[in-house]
């Protein structure tokens, strides 16, 4: 330990969570600070992420405001802004039927600008290793200090250890099985059985293809297409599609997610990420409206995502040992929020961890402040984004959307109905009233919006 130093605090990942928690900490020149990455070099993939007004507060608070402005599209609006406009999509004449409005503007970004801000700002104290895979952890608990040992032979040790190693989390699988161990030298079988279940993510039955477009393709096939006007969701039965403008409105990020409710839980066969055929998944969008057909068209060698979660645990502690983002509650991406959560797990632990009376003897308790606030709040989160997968899915036992069964105006109230689930799920993120396209506003003499597909831009 470097003299004047309190903590000596380890953060296992260099991802979204782990520089942004490493940000955070380096605010207390009395903590040392050393992230390892497995990967050879940081580099983030190409792909965009939204971010609501809570996460945003915090990056405003880490000075990173002003340079992330600079790399997107979207200003800064406060008060009530509209966001995501919503069209039932699977269908050749599309509806659109809500518009979601937030308290303060929703920020997109490319996940590489994040991540390139986040390392200009890190102060040369804070050390980043590359080409350090952690394999496991051990800690005593009747000493201070855990032991890291690495892939590639080395060692480390630390006050603290944060494991902001992502979905497959070496930290959490170690500590998984080292409090299954203590349960069962305690005889406690079923304790030891149960915590062994949160060691391995669960197949969401669910598939994302990610691509990035550029913008002047788009524009050059669609001039007026709704994804240059306002963030668009076109949703469907078993998938939906979101699209937005991020890089300075460069690029248009694109993701359709194909979606089987039925294999929840269940194994994926395959590679989690690969590269991917657009044939593999337009044939499902096939009779789909024409502003999703046009944004089809564009695409090239989609990212396919298999998405998984990590069922949920009763602690993200352990000793001195705790895990973060998605180690800690990787969730599936309808609530926009993964690492809108992980930036919120990394303000709050770097606070506990940077209070003054935090020393290395006392940081299980500091941990525990961590734990007992975010875990509720992150797996709450977790829920809405699942809830919402079912509803921006079509997917909701005894209501019908399907346009050869239920009338139009049926169809509109049912999906008036969703529309009021999914404002409903965003509420815990300061989410304002939304515009229900109601007949005064429309002027459409039986009180709802209708938008033929003729405003797809084509
Ligand atoms: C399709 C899709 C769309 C999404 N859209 C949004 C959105 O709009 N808004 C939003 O807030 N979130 C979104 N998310 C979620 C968000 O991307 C994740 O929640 C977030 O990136 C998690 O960050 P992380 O740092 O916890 O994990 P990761 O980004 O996975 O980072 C983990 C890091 O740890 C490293 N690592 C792994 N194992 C080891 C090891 N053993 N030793 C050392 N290093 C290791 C990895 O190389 C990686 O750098 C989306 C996700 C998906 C799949």
């Known amino acids: 330990m470097s003299s004047g130093s309190r903590l000596r605090v380890a953060i296992c990942g260099a991802g979204i969570a782990g520089l942004t928690c490493a940000l955070a900490l380096s605010e207390y020149p009395d903590i040392e600070i050393d992230v390892f990455e497995s990967a050879g070099k940081l ?37 009530r802004v509209p966001s995501f406009r919503y069209r039932k999509s699977d269908q050749r004449e599309g509806v659109e039927f809500f518009r979601l409005y937030t308290q303060g503007a929703l920020i997109f970004l490319h996940r590489a600008d994040y991540q390139q801000t986040l390392l200009h700002h890190l102060p040369k104290s804070c050390r980043t290793h590359c080409s350090k895979r952690l394999l ?25 250890l944060i494991g902001a190693d992502g979905l497959k989390s070496a930290v959490r699988r170690c500590m998984l099985h080292e409090k299954s161990g203590i349960a069962q030298a305690e005889g406690k079988w079923e304790e030891s059985m149960e915590l062994l279940r949160s ?25 007026s297409h709704s994804v240059f006007t306002a963030p668009m969701q076109y949703l469907g039965k078993n ?20 979606m089987r409710h039925e294999l929840e839980n269940t194994k994926f066969n395959g590679p989690w990420v690969s590269t991917s055929n657009k044939s593999r998944f337009a044939s499902r969008f096939a009779d789909w409206e024409p502003e999703v057909q046009t944004l089809m068209e564009c695409v090239e060698e989609p990212l396919q995502w298999a998405i998984h979660t990590i069922p949920p645990m009763k602690s993200f502690i352990s000793g001195r040992v705790t895990v973060m983002g998605d180690a800690a509650h990787a969730m599936t991406p309808h609530e926009g929020s ?27 308790r500091a941990l525990s402040v961590y734990d007992s606030i ?16 079912r ?24 999906l008036r109905y969703v529309a009021r689930m999914f404002e409903k ?19 459409s003499s039986d009180g709802v919006l209708v938008t033929p597909a003729s405003s797809s831009g084509k």
């Not at 580099?43 to 402005?69: T, Y």
């Not at 993510?201 to 550029?214: K, M, V």
């Not at 875990?375 to 997968?389: F, I, K």
């Open 239 to 258: 998938g939906y599609v979101i699209s937005y403008p991020i890089s300075g409105g460069k690029m248009i990020n694109f993701v359709a997610f194909d």
């Open 425 to 443: 799920n965003w509420e815990w993120g300061d989410m304002d009233n939304v515009d229900r396209w109601d007949g005064e506003r429309s002027g």
């Open 136 to 160: 496991s952890y051990r800690q005593s608990h009747n000493r201070h200090g855990v032991d890291l040992f690495f892939e590639d032979g080395t060692s480390y040790s630390c006050d603290v």
């Open 391 to 414: 509803y921006f899915s079509l997917n909701i036992d005894g209501v019908d959307f399907d346009s050869n069964r239920v009338g139009p105006r049926e169809q509109l109230e049912n």
């Open 338 to 364: 993964g690492a809108g959560q992980a930036i919120e797990d990394a303000y709050l632990l770097a606070t506990v961890l940077g209070h003054p009376r935090t020393n290395s003897t006392n940081v299980h």
């Open 199 to 223: 060691v391995d993510p669960i197949w969401s039955g669910q598939n994302a293809y990610r691509a990035l477009i550029p913008a002047e393709k788009l524009r050059a096939r669609a001039p």
């Open 374 to 389: 975010r875990r509720p709040l992150a797996y709450d989160v977790m829920e809405h984004s699942r809830m919402n997968g």
């Open 43 to 79: 580099a983030e993939v190409g792909a965009g992420i939204g971010l609501f007004p809570r996460p945003w507060q915090i990056i405003r608070r880490l000075g990173l405001e002003q340079d992330l402005l600079k790399t997107t599209e979207s200003r800064l609006l406060e008060g």
